[in-house]
């Protein structure tokens, strides 16, 4: 497939999240009025609407990622703190799936209370205190990207745990992404970064995506200069390994 397609593909697939959240933000206040306050009439209709055009909106970014379109995409880049696009992309994972770690990571405001927050989650941190506050000249809308994803991945098919290590290497960032869960076959090391490939899963295994995400990280990955590899074994978890020049 044309990488450019795989590109917009992967901005498509993206919305996937912001809109996750609008939606459980509605359905919040829709349903939890004891914890969010009452209602009235006129406000529950105009919820109920918002709730009905955001459902709607999904399907249609869902339709549009089935069809896929050709786009160019471009290198932005800007200095960023590893703290806060690290802090930043597990705000955005855990918005999704659990608030109240969500709002207790957005408060977080040093390297240790954030590994606290996480541990606490099954989420373990490696990073050194100064290379945290250090700054990175790269585009940091990809960088957060290529995190979301291969977090929220691992997050997926992790059995307990989830082990994020973050060093510096000489021109670059190093990252590996390690999870406990089933592992990949080695016969499927090179498709699962294909578009739209997914292994087959077993049937009490209900998480299922679109099989972009990998192959919109090895694209950004590829016009950042960077690279990424995969160690795994069947039934010995999964680590990808990145390298994003910085
Ligand atoms: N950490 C992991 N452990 C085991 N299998 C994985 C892991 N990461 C990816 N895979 C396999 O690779 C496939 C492709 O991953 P990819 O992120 O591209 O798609 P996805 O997560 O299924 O869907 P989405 O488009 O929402 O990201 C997955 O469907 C899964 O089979
Ligand atoms: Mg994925």
Known sequence: ME???????FLVHDLKVPLAVIEAGIQA?????????????????VLERALRNTIITKTLVNDALELGRSSEGVIYKTPFKLASIVQDTFLEIFDLRDQETAERIRECNSLQ??????????VFLAVEEQLWNESFLQDERKVK???RNLLSNALKYRKKRV????ERGEKELNIFIKDDGEGIPS???????ECYFQMDMEENHCVRGHGVGLAGVLVLLEDMGGEMSLQSDEGKGATFSVKIPV
Request: hydrophobic share 35%; aromatic share 6%; charged share 40%.
């Open 3 to 9: 990488k450019s397609r795989i590109k917009l593909d």
């Open 29 to 45: 206040l829709l349903q939890r009025r004891d914890k969010y306050g009452p209602l009235t009439e006129k406000q529950v209709k």
């Open 113 to 122: 209370a954030l590994k606290q927050v996480l541990s606490e989650r099954g």
């Open 145 to 147: 990207q290529i995190l």
């Open 163 to 166: 082990d994020i290590k973050i």
């Open 187 to 193: 016969r499927y090391h090179k498709k699962i970064f």
